[in-house]
C-alpha cells in the first residue's frame, strides 16, 4: 500500500487546512485510516482515525475542531482542521493499517505550521 498526502502548509492561529491522502497498491477492504502528527519537542500522537465502517476517534486536543472523512471508493481520507491553534503545529503523517492483518503503511509527512 502506498499513501499520497498533501496539503498543509502556513496558516495564521483561528485559520483552516485541510489534509488529503489517497491510498493505492493492494488495499484491504477492512481498514482504518488516520492521521498522526509529531510536534517539535513532543511524542507522536494520533490526531484522529476512521475506519472503513465510518467510526472515528480524535484525540481530546481535536474535538470539535478537527473532522476526518474518508470516501472508501477511492481509499481516500481527509482532515478537515478548522480552529487551528500554534500547538497544532507539526509534520502529519498518514496512517493506514489492515484491521485484520495488522499490516500498516506511512505517508511521508505533511508540515502544518500554525502561526499565533
Known amino acids: 500500500v502506498q499513501l499520497q498526502a498533501s496539503g498543509g502548509g502556513l496558516v495564521q492561529a483561528g485559520g483552516s487546512l485541510r489534509l488529503s491522502c489517497a491510498a493505492s497498491g493492494s488495499t484491504f477492504s477492512i481498514n482504518t485510516m488516520g492521521w498522526y502528527r509529531q510536534a517539535p519537542g513532543k511524542q507522536h500522537e494520533l490526531v484522529a482515525g476512521?475506519?472503513?465502517?465510518?467510526?472515528?476517534t480524535y484525540a481530546d486536543s481535536v474535538k470539535g475542531r478537527f473532522t476526518i472523512s474518508r470516501d472508501n471508493a477511492k481509499n481516500t481520507v481527509s482532515l478537515q482542521m478548522n480552529s487551528l491553534k500554534p500547538e497544532d503545529t507539526g509534520v502529519y503523517y498518514c496512517?493506514?493499517?489492515?484491521?485484520?492483518?495488522?499490516?500498516?503503511?506511512w505517508g511521508q509527512g505533511t508540515q502544518v505550521t500554525v502561526s499565533s
Open positions: 496512517h493506514y493499517r489492515s484491521i485484520y492483518m495488522g499490516n500498516e503503511y
Open positions: 476512521i475506519r472503513s465502517g465510518s467510526s472515528t
